[in-house]
């Protein structure tokens, strides 16, 4: 054990031994819930684009290391200069080697990890809602929304006007107040809709 904690303390694998570290404990991170796989935005540079970042610099980064590792043996014994020169171009192609195998693995990676566009709440403007609180006004209510993926929300709603919409009706969403965080709503009759 001691030899191969040598090994990955001597250059050129030291330089990626700590950048291994780094992704092994972001990944401690995002396992006990303290941060996001996509923490980063994806990285569309280089063709690896199509997954969060954060996978593609840690496949990367383990590929490298592992590439920098077999480097570093195959110059162990060898004469110091010698080992600095043909360590800094291990370490380049390292690199690189790391980055073609990530654009290899990634090709099957991004058949399972679809680039869908992240939920917001503006989706729900032009969507039909029920009154789900005794009354909504200018200044009070919650009604419930029908998401496009089918899941249900209650969300806070306010409608312009004197009279209050009763609970039950229906309603359509048509603005997002990011100020009160509310949408507003208009009352729709869905049954002379459809005459």
Not at 15 to 40: K, N
Not at 63 to 79: E, K, M, P, R
Not at 139 to 167: C, H
């Amino acid at each position: 054990m001691g030899e191969f904690v040598d090994t990955v303390l001597r250059f050129p694998v030291v330089v990626l031994t700590f950048a291994l570290v780094v992704v092994v404990c972001f990944w401690l991170l995002v396992l006990f819930g303290a941060s996001d796989v996509e923490a980063l935005e994806p990285v569309d540079a280089l063709g690896l684009g199509g997954v969060p970042a954060t996978v593609a610099l840690s496949i990367t980064i383990i590929v490298a290391w592992f590439t920098s590792l077999v480097v570093t043996v195959l110059l162990d014994g060898l004469d110091p200069t010698l080992v600095t020169v043909l360590g800094i171009a291990g370490l380049a192609i390292a690199v690189v080697v790391g980055l073609l195998v990530t654009r290899l693995i990634l090709i099957p990676l991004r058949k399972v990890l679809p680039d869908a566009p992240a939920a917001s709440r503006h989706d729900f403007v032009g969507l039909v809602c029920v009154v789900r609180t005794g009354r909504v006004d200018t200044t009070f209510g919650q009604a419930e929304v029908t998401a496009a993926d089918g899941s249900s929300a209650i969300v806070q709603v306010r409608m312009a006007g004197e009279d209050p919409l009763p609970s039950g009706r229906t309603a359509v969403i048509y603005d997002y107040d990011a100020d009160g965080e509310f949408f507003w709503i208009a009352p729709v009759d869905l049954d002379s809709t459809r005459d």
